[in-house]
């Protein structure tokens, strides 16, 4: 009656990976590829794709499924694991492209060196983990890395009023959240 009792949704798992440096991120990329030729990789910034595809291109000689997010759709995906490459530094924009391509799991690796990391103390994470005997290579996965995330971005979210176009994410930050705003 009314839908009181009836099960709730399943909402979207999001499962976020992090390296302490972008170049072991990258280097996972290439590994992940080799384990799994089906995975398909997504990137919210053009520059992100050139990284991955410049480093990839020193391991393998074929094409693994590089896409957009401007680009990517559900066919593209059909079945096949999905890695995003980073966030995208408006949670609102990251919820949009996942509803539209009808994700149920949602894997983003991102490293603690990058931009968006860097406004909200990745350095200090990075420390941290270090005297906690923790090398580089070695990613992290824990829901309160993805709370914190997400915070972030919320935070970003309610100062950014007009969103500028950006081709990377350290581009994006400074047209949308000049460092004063950190």
Known sequence: MFGLFKKKEQSLKITDRI???????????????????ETVFIFWFDETLREVETEMAKEITEQPLLFTAREVTAPHLSGKPVVFAEHYPLPQKENELFERLGLKEVWI???LNEPLFHRFGGEKIIQ???????????????????????????????????????????????????????
């Open 19 to 37: 390296w302490m440096s972008e170049s072991y991120k990258l280097k996972a990329f290439v590994e992940e590829w080799k384990k799994n030729k």
């Open 109 to 111: 690796w991102s490293a």
């Open 128 to 182: 941290m983990m270090k005297t906690m005997g923790m090398k580089e290579e070695d990613p992290v996965e824990h829901a309160m890395i993805s709370k914190a995330i997400r915070n972030a971005q919320e935070k970003i979210e309610k100062k950014v009023t007009l969103e500028q176009t950006a081709h990377s994410q350290k581009d994006w930050l400074q047209k949308n959240f000049p460092a004063e705003n950190a």
